[in-house]
């Protein structure tokens, strides 16, 4: 059973290009999450979704948006980048039975503004 | 406000000796507490989840306390190994109705030979 798995691991943009990111959740997960951790922090929350649909949003601009798929797979969209918008960005998958459900992160991918 | 606070920000320590991480919370209504092990540039895995029922867990050499009347939590490390040379990040969760998620900025830990 694969976990969650994100592509790609690395990336590397320039100013004001724009950004897609991929996330693959564990098999038997409908919701995924999506954090932006920068160097040192703790991860901070971007959005989740859930049945296709944006269900909660961090403090993130609307250069930050999203997309979840029928398989429950999802994208990560940023446009316009900025150099801050460099960190790993994890996504979490798990199943919205209930709010003691394990989140399962992926190995995260690295975005790098230059 | 909801938040977690961790401490200490980072901490070294030699191998084979035990240490213990502090988490202190607000975040309302509570719904469960996790701590995270992240090692650099990789994504975080779970040690341990406890509800507001559960006081203590265990994962191995990871023991997990929580006293919920104090919204205070800490995860002691005993005999630690090299391996154990990590970000230690403790999660809590509000049941919201759509659950929300804050995380700690994280203990680092430096295990030396």
């Known amino acids: 059973d694969a976990g969650v798995t994100q592509s790609p691991t690395h990336l590397i943009k320039t100013r004001g290009q724009q950004v897609t990111l991929r996330c693959s959740p564990k098999s038997g997960h409908d919701t995924v999450s999506w954090y932006q951790q920068a160097l040192g922090q703790g991860p901070q929350f971007i959005f989740q979704y859930y049945e296709e649909e944006e269900r909660q949003r961090g403090n993130f601009p609307d250069r930050f948006s999203g997309h979840q798929f029928p398989n429950y797979s999802s994208e990560l969209n940023v446009n316009a980048l900025l150099l801050g918008d460099s960190a790993l960005y994890l996504c979490a998958s798990s199943f919205l039975g209930t709010s003691g459900t394990e989140a399962f992160f992926g190995q995260g991918t690295r975005l790098t503004v230059v | 406000k909801n938040q977690v606070e961790q401490s200490p920000q980072s901490l070294i320590i030699l191998e084979g000796k035990n240490c213990t991480l502090q988490c202190n919370y607000t975040v309302s209504p509570f719904s469960n507490l996790r701590w995270y092990k992240q090692d650099t540039g990789r994504g975080p895995v779970s040690l341990t989840i406890?509800?507001?029922?559960?006081n203590t867990k265990s994962n191995g050499r990871y023991t997990a306390t929580l006293d919920a009347d104090t919204k205070q939590s800490s995860l002691h490390i005993t005999a630690s190994q090299l391996s154990d040379s990590a970000s230690y990040i403790c999660v809590v969760s509000a049941d919201t109705g759509g659950f929300k998620t804050i995380f700690g900025a994280g203990t680092r830990l430096f295990v030396k030979a």
């Open positions: 406890m509800t507001f029922s559960e």
